[in-house]
């Protein structure tokens, strides 16, 4: 059995490169001091981030909706640290990451799937059926 890995999952901001009064939304990974961002592809204006809770401030439908969405990725992230702590596997940062977005090699398609049983069916049954 794998040690308890402590998750830490943390969201801020960064400014843009080109001006804007905007910031970008990243979140960060952190297990045992090892790390990893991505960025979640929202924006927020500068006066609408509170930084002490990480999250957006005040009662906009964008600000609601930006929350609802950091909400879903922390859970997200908690889900695919305990599926692999279930699994006994490696966990890192970038695994949980890939794990997140599907990239790692627990899930298969739909085309893999149906190729797999077309050659473990392969010879079984009379043509045609």
Same mark, same amino acid.
């Given at each position: =059995? !794998? %040690?308890?890995?402590?998750? #830490?999952? $943390?969201?801020?901001?960064?400014?843009?490169?080109? !001006?804007?009064?905007?910031?970008? /939304?990243? &979140?960060?990974?952190?297990?045992?001091?090892?790390?990893?961002?991505?960025?979640?592809?929202?924006?927020i204006k500068a006066n609408l981030w509170d930084n002490n809770r990480k999250r957006g401030k005040g009662f906009s439908s964008y600000v609601i909706s930006?929350?609802?969405?950091?909400?879903?990725? +922390?859970?997200?992230?908690?889900?695919?640290?305990?599926? =692999? =702590?279930?699994?006994?596997? /490696?966990? #890192?940062?970038?695994?949980? %990451?890939?794990?997140?977005?599907?990239?790692?090699?627990?899930? %298969?398609?739909?085309? !893999?799937?149906?190729? +797999?049983? $077309? $050659?473990? &069916?392969?010879?079984?049954?009379?043509?045609?059926?």
């Open positions: =059995m !794998q %040690k308890n890995n402590r998750l #830490t999952i $943390n969201f801020f901001t960064r400014k843009h490169k080109v !001006q804007s009064e905007n910031l970008i /939304v990243y &979140c960060r990974i952190t297990i045992d001091g090892e790390r990893t961002d991505f960025s979640i592809n929202r924006e930006l929350n609802k969405y950091l909400d879903q990725i +922390y859970t997200g992230l908690h889900e695919a640290h305990r599926l =692999m =702590m279930a699994e006994e596997k /490696v966990i #890192t940062p970038l695994s949980i %990451k890939a794990r997140f977005f599907g990239e790692d090699e627990g899930g %298969k398609t739909l085309k !893999q799937l149906i190729a +797999y049983r $077309n $050659n473990l &069916c392969k010879g079984i049954g009379a043509e045609g059926t």
